[in-house]
């Protein structure tokens, strides 16, 4: 068997933030998961629907990776990325860096990991990589799927292999750092203001608040929009809250952030910011759980409340927004 030594292999909420600790960890830089979250810029919304989908998807982050993409910028740090059209190449990428000493992290598909219990599609899920022996790799996921766990080698060439939404070309990647990084207090302010930035400016109306606006319109037809609402319903609210999201589609993980930001930084736009959305984490659950309820009981009335509340959210995280978007033209105290 080969490992990386020294491998700190706690599981965190999100998936690409637990691969992001794993790697940064073992470079002597240790961040909450919220931090590396904030730090990333990974705060989004999108409303996705289109003919060939069973169910509209409604998403709180930005896409795979660019949360990666956006950390080792910020952080000044050197990200190697290898993808390849070959799977015994993609093989033999990760098994260098391993023996090298230097742990890894992977795009690829959980349907296919031995461990997950869930058998759905999803081509963006992240995992670090410490270890293999003839049979097995063994990873790090969230805490929610065991975090120190093992796959067949198998399982993880056809994970690593799948083709659909999100999925990658055999993706590894790995982090360096060339020299001292930056202080990551010194780095939020960018972080959040470009943030705020994606986030006001939309290109299509499906992203950001225009986005949570299309959404309050749209949900109340949700009954309409599916045959199996027992189903589709409840697996959209569970992917809302406990889908490796930190729960309220991540913005109890952005709330952190601020929270943890407010206590380098004396800012009224950023306590504003942080208020507003401790209130709006709190919405989000309470619209999964509406979502839910509509499923289970196929009363159209929860998902005409759950409309009206999102109408609520757009309007408080566009406030919160503006707010933090203010940052950048503000001289902190702290």
């Given at each position: ?111 296919h990991l ?54 990658a070309r ?55 929009r599916t ?108």
């Open positions: 068997m080969t490992t990386v030594k020294g491998v700190d292999t706690r599981g965190a909420q999100h998936c690409e933030t637990t691969a992001l600790g794993v790697l940064l960890r073992h470079l002597g830089l240790d961040l909450s998961e919220p931090m590396l979250f904030g730090l990333g810029s990974g705060l989004s919304f999108v409303y996705w629907d289109s003919k060939n989908m069973d169910f509209p998807f409604l998403g709180g982050r930005v896409r795979p990776f660019e949360l990666t993409r956006n950390l080792a910028d910020r952080l000044g740090l050197e990200l190697e990325v290898r993808e390849t059209g070959s799977a015994r190449r993609g093989w033999e990428n990760v098994a260098a860096a391993i023996d090298s000493g230097r742990p890894v992290g992977l795009q690829l598909d959980s349907y031995d461990y997950f219990t869930s058998k759905v599609h999803f081509g963006g899920h992240v995992v670090a990589l410490y270890g293999y022996d003839e049979q097995s790799a063994y990873l790090v996921d969230t805490e929610q799927q065991g975090g120190a766990v093992s796959t067949s080698l198998d399982s993880l060439a056809r994970a690593r292999a799948a083709r659909g939404p999100m999925t055999h993706r590894s990647f790995t982090l360096d750092s060339p020299g001292e990084p930056p202080a990551p207090r010194d780095r939020i302010v960018p972080a959040i203001t470009a943030c705020a930035d994606a986030f006001l400016d939309p290109p299509i109306a499906n992203l950001g608040h225009r986005g949570i606006e299309k959404a309050g319109k749209l949900v109340p037809g949700w009954l309409g045959e199996a609402p027992g189903r589709d319903l409840p697996q959209a609210a569970l992917l809302m809250e406990k889908a490796g999201t930190g729960g309220a589609l991540f913005r109890n993980l952005y709330r952190d952030f601020l929270g943890e930001c407010a206590e380098w930084l004396d800012s009224a736009h950023l306590r504003t910011g942080h208020r507003l959305y401790s209130e709006a984490a709190g919405l989000w659950t309470g619209v999964a759980a509406l979502v839910a309820e509509a499923g289970e009981s196929g009363d159209g009335q929860c998902l005409v409340r759950a409309g009206a509340v999102l109408g609520d959210i757009a309007r408080i995280e566009r406030e919160a927004m503006r707010a933090l978007r203010r940052l950048r033209d503000e001289a902190p105290a702290g």
